[in-house]
Antibody, heavy 121, light 111 residues
Framework: QVQLVESGGGLVKPGGSLRLSCAAS????????MSWIRQAPGKGLEWVSY????????YYADSVKGRFTISRDNAKNSLYLQMNSLRAEDTAIYYC??????????????WGQGTLVTVSS | QSALTQPPSASGSLGQSVTISCTGT?????????VSWYQQHPGKAPKLMIY???KRPSGVPDRFSGSKSGNTASLTVSGLQAEDEADYYC???????????FGGGTKLTVL
């Protein structure tokens, strides 16, 4: 069965960095687009970043552009999110999700359980 | 891109029906048939309930249905059950070079 397992979250000071990972299993990872979506405590969902199946096309929300970098290693069935210059407003649960359909973000059919990132001094 | 607009709350009695709306613009909901809906129980990850406006993934009960008219999409839950009590989020594609956008979420209470 499809599984997505995030890791790498934690407490970091403003201005710091963190790298999130998402281990995929149960499907042919290299054949699917993937995305990171976050949810601030008690708030709604926000799409953060998208990467194509081969890793040659990426999109970012304006709120993270220039600070976050999405990448993937298809040989390791893994998705990553490098987060630099972190701000308090980046505090959220970060989900990796399998991105389906004809266009980026058309819909997300499987989600991981999420990893919590807390940015605080 | 601004978030899609959903009512913060909705409610219905067991066995009855409830409809949750999601309003966008001609640049997102109105421009494409790429609306999806997600159910989220407290402390859990979102779950896909509807995609491409009205399609249901395998395993989602047919009590859940989706529709769209102009710039507004709707999710209808018929025959409400206790386990339907959750937060519901709509999402829409918003054009090339734009990431998709989500609604603010609707908390559905089953009375």
């Amino acid at each position: 069965q499809v599984q997505l397992v995030e890791s790498g979250g934690g407490l970091v000071k403003p201005g710091g960095s963190l790298r999130l990972s998402c281990a995929a299993s149960g499907f042919t990872f290299s054949g699917y687009y993937m995305s990171w979506i976050r949810q601030a405590p008690g708030k709604g969902l926000e799409w953060v970043s998208y990467i194509s199946s081969r890793g040659n096309t990426m999109y970012y929300a304006d709120s993270v552009k220039g600070r976050f970098t999405i990448s993937r290693d298809n040989a390791k069935n893994s998705l990553y999110l490098q987060m630099n210059s972190l701000r308090a407003e980046d505090t959220a649960i970060y989900y990796c999700a399998r991105d389906r359909g004809d266009v980026p973000g058309e819909y997300f059919d499987y989600w991981g359980q999420g990893t919590l990132v807390t940015v605080s001094s | 891109q601004s978030a899609l607009t959903q009512p913060p709350s909705a409610s219905g009695s067991l066995g009855q029906s409830v409809t949750i709306s999601c309003t966008g613009t001609s640049s997102d909901i109105g421009g494409y048939n790429y609306v999806s809906w997600y159910q989220q129980h407290p402390g859990k990850a979102p779950k896909l309930m509807i995609y491409e406006v009205s399609k249901r993934p395998s395993g989602v009960p047919d009590r859940f249905s989706g529709s769209k008219s102009g710039n507004t999409a709707s999710l209808t839950v018929s025959g409400l059950q206790a386990e339907d009590e959750a937060d519901y989020y709509c999402s829409s594609y918003a054009g090339s070079n734009n990431l998709g956008i989500f609604g603010g979420g609707t908390k559905l209470t089953v009375l």
